[in-house]
DNA sequence: CCTTGTGAATCGTTTCACAGCC
DNA sequence: GGCTGTGAAACGATTCACAAGG
């Protein structure tokens, strides 16, 4: 197969909460058109996304819906359940451990871990925050694959090389610093900041900043 | 000026960062080259997108570090502080109400507002939650720029249409849910969930996923 | 000799346009 | 007739490569 643009990878993610839409409202079959408009995106980038799977529609008809999304689930990974552990319980890793979106999407919390005496054995919903030293005994045994650091910045690609050694393989990363992972991981990183500076340009430059 | 790719954008965010550590540690001036290996790119990357918008260095030379963290900071629109407002006071907008990154930045939080009188009148961190009833009033007098969005899905387009009709000109949307913005609105969308399904593609896809 | 700034070349993504099929 | 799937064209971003300047 040919490399996938994450581009494409995001949109198909969007495309299927739409689908999730359509088929709760009862809509059995859609155009490419139709999910376009609700995403904002033109009909040939929706056939040419798919196109990168394989053919999921029928000619002059359009797609099932219910068929295109077990299609697109397939596709994201989703037909499976993937485990996570959750790096700090500050603000963040607590509002993160109890966010319902998780589980909705297959998505199993497994662990919470924090360094501060504070925290640990405080309730975070189902799950109870346990000893940043336990994180290597328990990657090994419960083999999460994706981690999510939401731990100050300076400690952040400490704390990524330690899990990445112990056999995760996927990191999300809200820490404020951008980290290094060894090769075989896939890292993704959500910064505020980044965002907030972002907008801060469009204020500053209007019309200047593309889309 | 020509219209700047959101990417550059991004990359000069985060070139930001490196500097204000190279700055912290006394290096008085940097190559395009150091500042590329600090962040994974290319020298060349870095020139280009320093180039749309001046000529900032001494060839031969390098970069003046405090002249350049200067320069990127007014390209960025960080010269002068912004006044954000969150909406929402649930466990992702708690989290940010105290989230130190904001103000270190010349983001400045004025207000959160909420729905559920269980939490309007509690304090997190200096500030105060307000009624959401209160939004439309607090813009008008206060000119937030920026408005978080912490709320539900469901309720996330409603919540824009207010804030936009209210003056607010940019906004960060953390709702699960896709929104429209009218023109002149420079809006930014953190998905969780999205994220997630990124990160199960390359675990799916093991060498496929670009970059 | 080193490093910037930048046009030109390359690479990747999006859009177009139409043949093929329902 | 309507809509998909897909090569080809257009566009945009990144990389190359070098002239110009310290």
Not at 1 to 19: D, G, N
Not at 93 to 113: E, K
Not at 125 to 133: A, F, K, N, P
Request: with cysteine; proline share 3%; net charge neutral.
């Amino acid at each position: 197969m040919k490399p996938i643009a994450e581009s494409t990878v995001r949109r198909l993610s969007l495309y299927l909460r739409f689908l999730e839409e359509f088929e709760a409202q009862g809509q059995l079959t859609i155009s490419s058109g139709e999910l376009a408009v609700s995403r904002g995106t033109t009909s040939a980038q929706v056939r040419k996304d798919l196109s990168f799977f394989g053919s999921f529609g029928k000619r002059g008809l359009g797609y099932d819906v219910r068929d295109l999304i077990g299609s697109i689930r397939q596709i994201l990974g989703l037909h499976r359940t993937w485990s996570v552990v959750i790096i700090g319980a500050g603000k963040i890793g607590a509002a993160l451990a109890q966010y319902r979106g998780f589980a909705t999407r297959g998505f199993h919390v497994v662990g919470i871990y924090d360094k501060d005496p504070a925290r640990i054995g405080t309730k975070l919903g189902e799950i109870t925050v346990r000893s940043d030293l336990e994180i290597e005994r328990d990657i090994e045994r419960l083999r999460p694959q994706i981690a999510v650091l939401c731990v100050p910045g300076e400690v952040a690609q400490a704390v990524v090389d330690r899990v990445t050694d112990a056999g995760i393989t996927a990191v999300l990363n809200f820490a404020p610093a951008q980290v290094q992972v060894p090769n075989g991981v896939t890292m993704r990183a959500v910064n505020m900041a980044t965002e907030l500076e972002i907008l801060a340009f469009g204020l500053s430059h209007p019309e200047e900043l593309a889309s």
